[in-house]
């Protein structure tokens, strides 16, 4: 299974012709291919760089079969794992998304590929959060986890680090501090801070952030989902 390969194997797998070439082009390294024929003549100039790869070649019913699963479009790759951002990559941006607990790895995956598309630079994660590499979370993400740089922090107290380097620290919360997003000017280097889907930051998470902010909204529900609101405070503060 996918969690098993990631434990033990350093491995994802990449599920869709898309997310398979965004891999090869984002440099990982592929094991082996599960396609099915017609997708070869497209894979071919892919696999130039890689002639002893196996690629095993079935029907879209076998693949399923094999899979346990509906796989997209009857294609998925095995490649190793990419290596973590460093501190000094992650550093060197600007804009930062921070997620605490988010553990649904479609969420993530949205999260990822909100952060590429408004230019936001790294994303981090805290040690309970999602996988951005399991399968549905790069797929979520259209291929982003395997490009734009991301690290997990060790604990809490590396959110300091972020505050040593000059980032302020932006909760996204209904505390009784927050600010409307429309009337709160961000400043030069900012990590927005997410929480998990359930109960949002945790208190110790919200008491170490600069400032919070919420996105002002009508009674009629509760919350708007994680990665949602990760689209409107990545566009509006970025």
Excluded at 45 to 66: C, D, R
Excluded at 76 to 93: H, I, K, M, N, Q
Excluded at 173 to 198: H, N
Aim: hydrophobic fraction near 45%.
């Amino acid at each position: 299974r996918d969690a098993q390969l990631r434990r033990r194997e350093e491995r994802f797998i990449a599920e869709g012709l898309t997310i398979i070439e965004r891999a090869f082009v984002a440099g990982c390294r592929p094991r082996a291919l599960l396609v099915q024929p017609r997708w070869l003549p497209g894979l071919a100039p892919l696999l130039e760089a890689w002639p002893h790869v196996p690629v095993y070649v079935a029907s879209e019913a076998f693949i399923e079969q094999v899979s346990g699963f509906h796989v997209h479009r009857g294609a998925l790759g095995s490649f190793d794992r990419p290596a973590e951002a460093g501190w000094d990559d992650v550093l060197a941006g600007r804009r930062l998304i921070v997620c605490e607990d988010t553990v649904d790895h479609a969420n993530l995956g949205a999260i990822v590929r909100v952060a590429a598309g408004l230019g936001w630079d790294a994303v981090l994660l805290s040690p309970g959060a999602a996988d951005p590499l399991y399968r549905r979370a790069i797929k979520a993400s259209m291929g982003a986890s395997l490009e734009l740089p991301w690290r997990r922090l060790e604990g809490d107290h590396e959110l300091e680090r972020l505050r040593t380097a000059g980032f302020r620290l932006v909760a996204t919360t209904l505390s009784d501090r927050s600010v409307d997003l429309a009337d709160y000017r961000a400043g030069d280097r900012v990590a927005l801070l997410l929480g998990t889907e359930g109960s949002g930051l945790s208190e110790g998470w919200t008491a170490r952030a600069d400032d919070h902010v919420r996105i002002e909204m009508t009674d009629k529900v509760d919350s708007l989902n994680v990665a949602a609101a990760a689209a409107i405070f990545a566009y509006a503060l970025r």
